[in-house]
């Protein structure tokens, strides 16, 4: 039945935490981040989508959710790029068994068709940059900051209802603290005699102006990736202004070339290992504890949600280059300043080349894989 209410809206957040409470690697998001999502006065990706939550009931007791929802500029991307003309999505799938899963994703797929859509993609929870994807290997640990962990019986469940694999997304982990190999080390040190390359980090007394530069080389950068959607300026201010107090300067870099900006790479501190034990909520003492940890952040774990390098300097060894550099100092910050002795890359893109020869040439093992689902009409 579809959400319309606040007390459906709350059935809708509550029944995640129920259904993967005796899951010991799931992170339950802070509920108020949750609201926020389907709040369209707050999140600016309504200003471009169409969203309806649904949620499933037996004999009145809710047992499932899922989201049915059409991004517009998705619309308007190639369709060979995995969007495109008639590409609804689906999202924030959770089901107490395979006949509830198969109920809510006929329901949205009916939605999907009422609204003049001809395929089905996802999970995409809410949009391709939040938590695309599910989780079909690698879930044995905790997933870390802004990736999603699924009970492992989706996968049986989505693939009987019809679905076939569009994509699949890797994440990489590596430890960090002994440094890359002298291959690495020797094309850094070149790089770091190059008077035309500059890095620095970002500045947060002009953060929003540094956000805007690393968000407009993402949109280049990412603009023919599979599942590209360019991001507004609306919500560069939003993401700006949610992942503020998690920036770290000395963790996000921005490489410039002959004084132009033509690089970025972004690492965040793990927070899930902070959240996870206060089950989504910051009361009674969850806030002091959250509060603590980003004044005096130490953190074992870091994770590079994006980095991108300008399409015209893509496939050059300069691109490498930078990528590298980048990915070395920051990787010294983390360690010395953070307490840092793992990362993690991704999302990546299993077809993409020159992803994947970074992540294999610094010695980093794939550690979890998503799937991307696609359906017709």
């Not at 927070?271 to 004044?295: E, H, Q, Y």
Request: net charge neutral; aromatic share 8%; hydrophobic share 45%.
């Amino acid at each position: 039945m579809p959400v319309h209410d606040k007390a459906g809206l709350k059935a809708f957040i509550d029944i995640a935490y129920e259904l993967n409470a005796s899951d010991p690697n799931w992170v339950a998001p802070l509920r108020q981040e949750v609201a926020e999502m389907f709040n369209p006065a707050k999140n600016p990706f309504y200003g471009h989508a169409t969203v309806q939550p649904m949620i499933a009931r037996r004999d009145g007791k809710v047992v499932g959710r899922i989201s049915a929802h059409i991004d517009h500029l998705a619309l308007t991307q190639p369709i060979e790029q995995g969007m495109g003309p008639g590409t609804g999505n689906f999202g924030m799938f959770e089901a107490a068994d395979e006949s509830v899963a198969h109920a809510l994703l006929a329901a949205a797929e009916q939605w999907l068709r009422d609204q003049g859509m001809t395929r089905a993609l996802g999970p995409l929870s809410l949009s391709i940059w939040d938590e695309p994807g599910l989780l079909t290997a690698g879930f044995d640990t905790p997933p870390m900051v802004m990736m999603g962990h699924h009970n492992r019986a989706y996968r049986g469940w989505i693939e009987a209802a019809g679905y076939g694999v569009a994509k699949k997304l890797l994440t990489y982990e590596l430890p960090i603290v002994d440094g890359f190999p002298p291959l690495v080390q020797r094309i850094v040190a070149s790089g770091r005699r190059n008077e035309r390359i500059r890095l620095r980090k970002v500045d947060k007394s002009r953060f929003d102006e540094d956000a805007a530069i690393i968000l407009a080389i993402l949109n280049d950068a990412w603009g023919q990736n599979w599942g590209f959607v360019p991001i507004t300026d609306a919500e560069i201010a939003y993401i700006g202004k949610k992942l503020r107090p998690l920036v770290r300067e000395d963790l996000i870099m921005i490489a410039e070339y002959d004084g132009r900006p033509v690089a970025f790479l972004m690492t965040l501190p793990d927070i899930n290992a902070v959240t996870a034990p206060l089950k989504g909520s910051l009361f009674p003492f969850g806030w002091a504890k959250l509060l603590w940890w980003l004044r005096h952040c130490r953190s074992p774990s870091v994770r590079v949600p994006l980095m991108g390098v300008l399409t015209e300097l893509q496939n050059s060894r300069l691109a490498a280059q930078l990528a590298f550099m980048l990915i070395e100092t920051i990787r010294v910050e983390a360690v010395g300043q953070y307490g840092a002795v793992r990362g993690e890359l991704g999302w990546v893109l299993e077809d993409n080349q020159g992803m994947v020869a970074i992540a294999d040439t610094i010695n980093s093992k794939v550690n979890r894989e998503y799937l991307i689902y696609e359906k017709a009409l």
